[in-house]
């Protein structure tokens, strides 16, 4: 799980243009939104884009459950891996 939460650490850097983040900037279960790294909604539909390029995701467009995916780099690692293993 490790490697793949740096990966995705690493989708969000080039997807964002985070030049100035690194990944260990990140903290994995720090929120992405607001707090923490503090994207926002352009940032989360570029993110989305990204995870369905390289993974295949297709998110819901449920705000509630977009959200709960969306709250940290774990919980997104968590819904690749859940994805992965359908």
């Known amino acids: 799980m490790s490697a793949l939460i740096d990966e995705i650490k ?3 850097i080039e997807t ?3 030049e100035d983040v690194a990944v260990t900037d990140i903290d994995t279960d720090a929120p992405l939104f607001v707090d923490g790294l503090g994207l926002d909604s352009i940032d989360a539909l570029e993110l989305g ?5 390289r993974y295949g995701l297709t998110l819901s467009s449920e705000a509630e459950e977009a959200r709960e995916h969306f709250a940290s ?4 690692a968590d819904f690749v891996t859940a994805h992965r293993s359908r």
């Open 10 to 12: 690493t989708l969000i």
């Open 16 to 18: 964002l243009n985070l």
């Open 49 to 53: 884009v990204a995870l369905h390029k």
């Open 73 to 76: 780099v774990r919980h997104l």
